[in-house]
């Protein structure tokens, strides 16, 4: 009867003291490396912060990091072995819509928890596809980080609304990132009462293009609108700014929305009055911000400059706030307090909350803000209740 | 002889492919979702690879297996969009489409050699690439895609199986798909190794000229080795649209798919029929070794790996097998 009793408590203490697992997937190598690598920067930062304070159930939490390579199917046996191979309840981590696409099946069938952060394709608004929002984003177990398409779209539409420009010059880069985008912008912009003069594609170098984007700058600088507004990614702001000066093209605002910006770019002439949008800048205004970056700096010896290491360790915090408050690794019991718990994050308190579809988003359009680079230094320009300078025009 | 030999082996490979997820499952238990995923990655390399060394053998360097796997995974997205006919006639529509394809690549560029074929048929990747993307969007998707119906997916039963089950059932099904087409492709290769075809292939490789001379007309053949090397790639595609649940223009036709089409019958060596199949198990097995290995630069382990392979194995790992041989050989 002793025995028993002695097993039976050695039992509940080794599953009450069971440590906590997170899979994580990230690209950590392949196209959109730089992403993850600021990824799993973040989750190294919140996951040093969450064990010094305690850790997850009284134990240190532990994170498995997969690497995607940007590929479904690297992704989809990356996935497969966390579920099966490591056993992890959790899964975190998350970019690129053509990944998150290959991984819904296979999310279905284990259905365990998932915080995504990438994967910003809802489908709302494409007529016969089904985006990752339409598929995924009514399951109880899932939650969406980063905003949809149509949040950020939304937070760059009512940017430019705001410059009071009459007119404005679209380009964009041809795939699933900035045709759905330049289609959707064009709408909104002329709803809101200003003329789109031109909706020109281009190549971007991350799919195969040259770098070269005269002919599209040439037809912007004729169009003589007020505004370029581009749509490419990080390793076209480079080219695309460079031949914007040398073409000698100068609108009033010129206005990019990579997912990212080179970290050098700030002391490059060409930079100066390019405005951009992000989910995080060190400079913003809040004591968040700045104790994230603080810290950031510290354990990895550069500011945070890819705004997903922010999300990565607001997603973090989330999972060890919501495992903690739960009490245990109970599938419903954490998905409830996801629901209905406010978390720490560098851009200030945030919860999941209802979007189009699904009842589970994190940041929507409020998390944007946008920058310009105005002698050396990134200012907030956008929105007024964040901005750190005025908006400077570059004529 | 030697063929029926071959064919002896293979089917007992065949029997082998058939019990393996279920000898996985048995010693791995729900590990086995997790290795039969890595073995359905290595199967679709092998298919890659030995389609493409089939085409390799009359000596063009071909850059055109992103183009044909994408015409497969497009063919069958839109037939799956626009139709409601079963799922399972986009894989011959995807093999159809793939062999058009190659006849329209072939008839206008085969009269081109070395550099300058590698670069017609990767250009034609792109136009095609482009020319999906400017395809109204209510027939091929536009940038965005198309969504594509899963070929299998296992319902769950409550109470009376796991979760994992579920995926096993569904790796299950999909790899004795790839391991079929994988064998199909096989049977393909070894006919024509001991067909008169493998000697007019040698012999346009080797010189088109001198063949010429020889009564070999080289452009005919070489359009015959590219219609029979594309033909499984277009069915690639199409499983693979359906496996991952989407095609677009971006993820389709990736020049990735073109590299490890090239690089993988190279490491395992190239002109033969178990030269790209031991290439892709090695290059697979090597790349999976090291990401468990070594979570951080396991790709620069494996990109030493390979330059060394082409310094020391410039015959692949075939080479590497005949050399051994004819060493043992030797020494008796």
Redesign the interface.
């Known amino acids: 009867m002793k025995k028993a009793a002695i097993l039976l408590a050695s039992l509940i203490l080794s599953i009450s003291l069971a440590q906590v697992k997170i899979g994580i997937l990230s690209p950590l190598t392949g196209g959109a490396a730089g992403t993850g690598q600021a990824q799993k920067a973040g989750f190294e930062l919140a996951l040093e912060e969450i064990n010094a304070a305690g850790g997850v159930l009284g134990e240190p939490l532990e994170i498995l990091i997969e690497d995607t390579q940007a590929n479904s199917d690297v992704a989809l046996a990356a996935f497969e072995k966390l579920m099966t191979e490591d056993e992890v309840e959790f899964i975190g981590g998350g970019f690129s819509s053509g990944v998150t696409l290959g991984l819904i099946e296979s999310f279905k069938t284990f259905q365990p928890v998932v915080s995504w952060i990438g994967g910003a394709v809802s489908g709302v608004g494409i007529d016969g596809f089904d985006g990752i929002e339409e598929l995924v984003g009514e399951e109880p177990w899932f939650f969406h980080v980063h905003p949809w398409d149509y949040q950020n779209t939304a937070a760059a539409n009512a940017f430019v609304a705001s410059t009071g420009v009459g007119s404005v010059a679209l380009l964009h880069e041809d795939s699933a990132f900035g045709g759905p985008g330049a289609a959707t912008s064009e709408r909104v912009i002329e709803e809101q009462g200003i003329d789109v003069v031109l909706n020109e594609a281009f190549k971007s170098t991350l799919t195969g293009g040259t770098g070269d984007f005269r002919a599209a700058i040439s037809k912007a600088a004729a169009s003589n609108a007020d505004l370029l507004y581009w749509i490419g990614y990080d390793s076209d702001v480079v080219p695309m700014t460079s031949q914007i000066r040398e073409l000698n093209f100068t609108p009033n605002y010129i206005f990019g929305t990579p997912p990212g910006w080179p970290s050098d770019y700030t002391e490059a002439p060409e930079a100066e009055c390019v405005a951009g949008l992000i989910g995080f800048l060190p400079s913003l205004p809040t004591p968040e911000a700045k104790a994230f970056a603080d810290a950031y700096e510290a354990m990895h010896g550069a500011a945070p400059d890819n705004y997903a290491a922010a999300l990565a360790y607001a997603q973090l915090w989330s999972y060890a706030d919501a495992i903690n408050a739960a009490g245990s690794t109970d599938q419903a019991a954490v998905i409830e307090q996801l629901e209905s718990l406010s978390f720490k994050s560098p851009m200030g308190e945030w919860s999941f909350g209802q979007s189009e579809i699904s009842p589970h988003q994190g940041f929507g359009s409020e998390m944007w803000l946008v920058f310009q680079y105005q002698n050396g230094v990134r200012e907030i320009v956008w929105p007024e209740d964040k901005a750190t300078a005025p908006l400077a025009s570059c004529n | 002889m030697k063929l029926r030999m071959n064919l002896v082996l293979l089917a007992l490979a065949a029997v082998l492919l058939f019990f393996l997820p279920d000898l996985l499952k048995l010693f791995f238990d729900?590990?086995?979702?997790?290795y039969l995923?890595?073995l359905i990655?290595a199967t679709?390399l092998a298919i890659l690879a030995l389609s493409w060394d089939i085409l390799a053998r009359t000596g063009q360097l071909s850059l055109a297996h992103a183009a044909f796997f994408g015409a497969g995974a497009y063919s069958t997205a839109i037939l799956v969009?626009q139709t409601d006919v079963s799922l399972w006639l986009g894989l011959p529509l995807a093999a159809l489409s793939a062999v058009l394809l190659a006849l329209l690549l072939g008839s206008v560029t085969l009269q081109l050699r070395g550099i300058y074929f590698a670069i017609a048929t990767l250009s034609f990747a792109?136009v095609l690439k482009a020319v999906i993307?400017k395809l109204p969007?209510?027939l091929a998707?536009?940038?965005?895609?198309?969504?594509v119906e899963?070929l299998f997916?296992p319902q769950?039963i409550a109470g009376e199986m796991e979760?994992?089950e579920?995926?096993f059932l569904?790796?299950e099904s999909y790899f004795l798909l790839y391991a079929g087409l994988l064998l199909a492709t096989i049977v393909l290769s070894l006919l024509i190794e001991s067909s008169s075809l493998s000697y007019a292939f040698s012999a346009i490789r080797t010189n088109e000229e001198v063949a010429a001379v020889m009564g070999v007309k080289a452009a005919r053949f070489k359009l015959l080795a590219f219609v029979l090397s594309s033909m499984p790639v277009g069915i690639l595609g199409a499983i693979?649209a359906h496996r991952?649940?989407?095609v677009?223009?971006?993820?389709t036709f990736n020049?990735?798919t073109t590299v490890l089409a090239l690089v993988t019958p190279i490491f395992g060596g190239l002109y033969t029929s178990l030269g790209p199949i031991l290439g892709a198990l090695g290059l697979a097995s090597i790349e999976e070794f090291l990401?468990r290995t070594f979570?951080?630069g396991?790709?620069i382990g494996y990109g030493i790996v390979l330059v060394l392979s082409i310094l020391f194995m410039p015959k692949g790992i075939m080479g590497l097998l005949r050399s051994l041989r004819k060493a043992q050989r030797e020494s008796l």
């Open positions: 729900k590990a086995s979702v997790s995923s890595l990655n679709s969009k792109e993307q969007s209510s998707g536009g940038a965005a895609g198309i969504n899963p997916r769950f979760r994992w579920i995926a569904r790796n693979q991952i649940g989407s677009s223009p971006d993820e020049v990735g990401r979570s951080e396991y790709l």
